[in-house]
């Protein structure tokens, strides 16, 4: 089966750094991703990671350790836009079939000036 | 260009009606996926299908039913509303390779009074 943790909800002040953690245990697994979703809104892609490492886009870095079913998107001089839900999907089969992705409650994160 | 469309955007159904929720894409992608969305949840997956004709269940199929007889369309069916089938419905495209990430529609609001 699969099962995505990570927190609920964190705060930060803006222009500090956050992270959010995300832990997974998968049947499958082709790949992590990051979205992110403001209130009333669509996800929006942010991030993929299939190897282990850091992947840097911009402010926003999201890093994978496969081994130890370990994910976490690091976002840098937050801004009070970043205020919102970001969630972690996890890429993979369940029980065969094709692969799809398999979403985390998600984090929703509150920046204060 | 569109990417993907859904329609309606809101729309409040009485216990036992039925309704067709619409999402087209224009990007020429295979695959294909409904989402569910509760208050404060992550996104769960009710059906999804990887090219016309060819579809299969997600985590949440029960009330749900799916059709693709093109490439473009990919509408879901609820049978016999029940007040739990009230959620905010996502659509999403992708191509095969998952490095590019989901293209989700603005959603639609569903309640069931």
């Known amino acids: 089966g699969q099962n995505i943790d990570q927190p609920t909800e964190m705060t930060a002040t803006e222009g500090a750094i956050v992270q959010i953690n995300c832990t997974y245990q998968?049947?499958?697994?082709?790949?992590l991703f990051w979205y992110q979703q403001h209130a009333g809104e669509a996800p929006t892609f942010l991030s993929y990671?299939?190897?282990?490492g850091l992947e840097e886009k911009g402010r926003f870095s999201s890093f994978l350790s496969r081994s130890k079913g370990y994910s976490y998107l690091l976002l840098k001089e937050l801004q009070m836009k970043d205020s919102a839900s970001y969630l972690c999907a996890v890429y993979g089969s369940v029980s065969g079939g094709y692969n799809k992705l398999i979403f985390g409650a998600g984090t929703r994160l509150a920046v204060h000036p | 260009n569109a990417g993907v469309t859904q329609t309606p955007k809101f729309r409040i159904l009485k216990i036992g009606q039925s309704m067709t929720l619409q999402c087209a894409q224009d990007?020429?992608?295979?695959?294909m996926y409904w989402y569910r969305q509760d208050p404060g949840m992550g996104l769960k997956l009710i059906y999804y299908?990887?090219?016309?004709?060819?579809?299969d269940k997600g985590e949440v199929p029960n009330g749900y039913n799916v059709s693709r007889s093109t490439t473009e369309d990919f509408p879901l069916r609820l049978e016999l509303a029940a007040p739990s089938q009230t959620s905010v419905y996502f659509c999403?495209?992708?191509?095969?390779?998952?490095?590019?990430?989901?293209?989700f529609g603005s959603g639609t609001r569903l309640t069931v009074v």
């Open positions: 299908s990887v090219g016309a004709g060819i579809t």
């Open positions: 990671n299939v190897l282990d």
């Open positions: 999403a495209s992708s191509y095969s390779r998952q490095t590019y990430g989901y293209t």
């Open positions: 990007m020429n992608h295979n695959y």
């Open positions: 998968t049947s499958g697994f082709n790949g």
